[in-house]
């Protein structure tokens, strides 16, 4: 998508090459320092107006999207479901082709259905950012995962990322594995069997249900939340049972290596798949990757709109 | 006095596929001879010249939604009539999943009396199993066949419940009907969209294992043995449901079923676009169901052709794939389809795609190998023509055929006697 722009979209993790990758961290590093500057903002998008279209509630999403437009002077247009149209039984082709006859720039879009920002780019002619679909991707999760680990490591190569947690339906997990594994780190899914993915041969990573076996060698534990609200009651026994084999204990975090890190998507839920203790270590970087969202986003949307030059 | 000459085609005859004329008069087929002498029957007869065709009983489909009534928007009994005369069909079995669904007789009489007054097909109903389709109590089973019902589904869902399955077959075992199962096992396909595989995995979409198929077979072959009740599996997705069909036809149990154009053609990889055209319920699969599909309907093991013709309308599939209702439309490009993809000969071909399927519904006068005195419901297939998928006389376009060329065309149709589709260009 970057480099030649032939693509026009950013919408999954699954087809963007090292190169790609690259660039857009390149970018963030750049947005990274712009925002930590006394005037925090760029004329970058001065004029451009990017609509977040959010069909599924988001706090951290949401608001890192608007922010990274802000920083770079865009102008916002906003959207929330449950006050829309949408509740009148408006569909989501005639809302989105509303939106973009308002006259916007850009749209991001969340929603609760696989492949919708898929769908709406094929209706619109602006681009398109996946903010979450489902349980398929989040690319601009992953990398600001990917500039958090960057951040720390100076490299995802030969870097070792655990992911633990429900993988089978993680849009988090779909889009970082991809994006870890073309920036060179090798990744464990560690997982229930009921929650790593089927058939997932052709995933870039291994997979393992023993978070023990695999512990001391892991340079990021990546945790997911567990998501009771996709139907987590019913593929493992309880959360006690969870939290004994895959939560990251005080004592599990106290055997990882001495400089090894924790990430985690957010919400956390402290108790089950991380100890409030680990939460707060300085090693446990969840703020971080807060803050690169932003920068992560901004590098996106600066592309997207054909920013060029420096920011 | 004669009204149509099929002159100089494969003529799939009941002692055999032969090169000859057939001749019409009224609503029979009066003759059938060599090539050349046929027309010293009449002059004035039209002459449908048919070099190269084959010239069989016209098609049958025993699973068509054509959604009347209640779902007029998608589709009623003359447009569906319309795409079917389009694909070579003479006769068609309406599925019973209507608003309402159809689960007394007056509703069954409703749809034969308007598939009368169109005129263009024999229109058959099928009959729920259960009341409002509901699967909690049998339908009023005495009152559906008395009015004409003779297969009986509560297709879109599994009649689930083994205990009320077995009392609707014995019910049926004593009636004489036939049982049509949608074979999906409810627990394994919940919340499903899709195959589940490795395009599912990466979609991170909710699947469907073909065992969900499988199994609710598995399970029903031992109810037919219970009852003796004639059995049916709708729409076969699963290559792994093939050696138990086998087993049971070899072992004598009264047995049948069907498969899609669209299970024939295409799997689970097309549905990485998320595009709704490719969404319908069982799931494309795996590319080795595929294949094992189109090797049973070679072998006969899959005995009929179904198009599932499932009309929904733009809006409606327009849409994220997991909110789009399941189904595509196919009546008008089946038998190129099906051409294309397994290639039959022609008396397997027309085995399939007529006269089996005319048997398991019971649809008496349809799908008879041509005779003189046999009616004349005649479908002239071209397997050197070529099929585009092109509008549909279909009120609704979800299709994934269109855009795309088969090999093969239906030339010509004929219902009772009436062209009611020759193909545009073909000299009158």
Redesign the interface.
Known sequence: MVGGCTVKNFLTT?DLTREDLTRLLDTADGMVSLLQRDIAKAPALRGKTVASLFFEPSTRTRLSFEKAAKALSADTVSFAAAASSLSKGE???DTVLTVQALGVDLMVVR??????P??VAEWVDVPVINAGD????HPTQALLDSLTLRQHFGTLDGVRIGIVGDI????VA?SGVYAFSTLGATVTLVAPPTLL???????PAETTSEFDAVLTDLDAVYLLRVQTER?GASVFPSLREYTARFGLTAERFGRLKPDAVVLHPGPMIRGVEIDAVVADDPRALVLDQVRNGVAARMAVLYHLLGGDGDA | MPDFLFRNGTVLTSDGPTQADVVVSGDRIVAIGPAGDAHEHGSDARELRCDGMWIGPGFVDIHTHLREPGQQYKEDIESGSQAAAAGGYTAMLAMPNTEPPIDSGHLVRYVLDRGRQVGLVDVAVAGCVTAERAGKRLAHLDDLWAAGARVFTDDGDVVADAGLLRRAMEYLAQLGGVLSQHAIDPGLARHGHMHEGAVASALGMYAIPAAAETIVVARDLELVRMTGCSYHVQHLSAAATIPLLAAAKEEGLPVTAEVTPHHLAFTDEEVITTDPVFKMMPPLRAEADRAGLVEGLRSGVIDAVATDHAPHADHEKDVPFEDAPNGVIGLEWAAAVVNEVVGLEPVRFFEAMSVRPAAIARLDGQGQWLRPGGPAHITVFDPAGVTIGERSRSKSRNSPYLGRRYAGAVRYTMYAGELTFQESGVPA
């Open positions: 699954e569909s989501l082709k929603h609760k259905a696989i492949g919708a898929g769908r489902g349980a398929h991707q089978r339906h993680s849009r779909r993915p089927i058939a997932g041969e052709d995933w139907g």
